[in-house]
């Protein structure tokens, strides 16, 4: 590398290092070409990028800028990730330890975080941390459940009356129904059907009326019954009267003769 190209990495170093408050520097001694091309796009994805720079440079650069924590994490084959100011620090982590487990290779060294220097086991508890997305729907869920509270509370009341209203106006309704089918249950009669109740009224009256007359003929027939026994019982009592006289008339007429004979 040239002069001209030497100290053209340290200035853009340089400026990196004054503009960027985030960054992870790792070994990624052992990793192959196809990784790392996988490692830079998870880090794009999450808003950093990777440089892979000679330590001697690196040093010049944070000597030159100022942030000389960095100074003791540049031992070996040295890959820094700069979180860009809308990144995400937490997603720059989390992708950075994620192949360092896959791989068993890429070391996280240390870095900074906000400005302030942190360590491998540190960056470990970073990329533990949820996303910002799940930080903000948590926030929010926060912020509004004390308003969905109170926004409970005050339509309580008004359910609690829409609830009885329409409970109201189904009793009504099943009243409705219950009357219509009482009166559906009063249907007027047929002509035909009027014309067959008619012919049986008039059979039913026939049949009274000569239940009537045969009641009628059997209670005359019980009367001339009591009658004729009646007379015969008086006929015989006088027969028998008409007899008690001619027995007396007759022992009248005994008693006289013998009376005249004496």
């Not at 330890?97 to 470990?124: C, P, Y």
């Not at 910002?132 to 004390?146: M, T």
């Not at 009658?227 to 015989?236: I, R, W």
Request: a negative charge.
């Amino acid at each position: 590398m040239h002069r001209t190209d030497k100290e053209g990495v340290v200035t853009e170093l340089v400026e990196r290092l004054r503009s960027t408050e985030s960054l992870i520097v790792a070994d990624y001694r052992g990793l192959t070409n196809a990784q790392l091309v996988e490692l830079r796009a998870k880090l794009r994805a999450s808003g950093a990028q990777l440089k892979v720079v000679k330590n001697t440079l690196t040093r010049r650069a944070a000597e030159e800028a100022g942030a000389e924590s960095l100074l003791a994490l540049l031992e070996g084959p040295t890959a820094i990730a700069f979180v860009e100011a809308e990144g995400d620090p937490v997603g720059v982590a989390k992708a950075l330890a994620d192949t360092a487990r896959d791989t068993k290779v890429l070391a996280l060294r240390g870095g900074m975080l906000s400005g302030r220097s942190i360590g491998s086991d540190e960056i470990e508890e970073l990329a533990k941390l949820p996303s910002p997305e799940i930080v903000k729907s948590q926030l929010v869920g926060v912020i509004i459940a004390p308003l969905t509270q109170l926004l409970g509370l005050i339509t309580a009341p008004v359910r609690d009356l829409v609830g009885l209203i329409d409970a109201r106006v189904a009793q009504l309704d099943d009243s409705a129904g219950d009357s219509a089918g009482a009166e559906s249950l009063e249907e007027p009669i047929a002509p035909e059907a009027a014309v067959v109740d008619s012919a049986s009224a008039d059979s039913d009256e026939g049949i009274a009326d000569d239940a009537a007359n045969d009641d009628s003929e059997d209670a005359d027939h019980l009367v001339d019954s009591a009658t004729a026994e009646s007379t015969e019982v008086a006929a015989d009592d006088a027969t028998a009267e008409e007899g008690d006289k001619s027995v007396h008339l007759v022992d009248s007429a005994s008693a006289e003769s013998t009376a005249e004979e004496e």
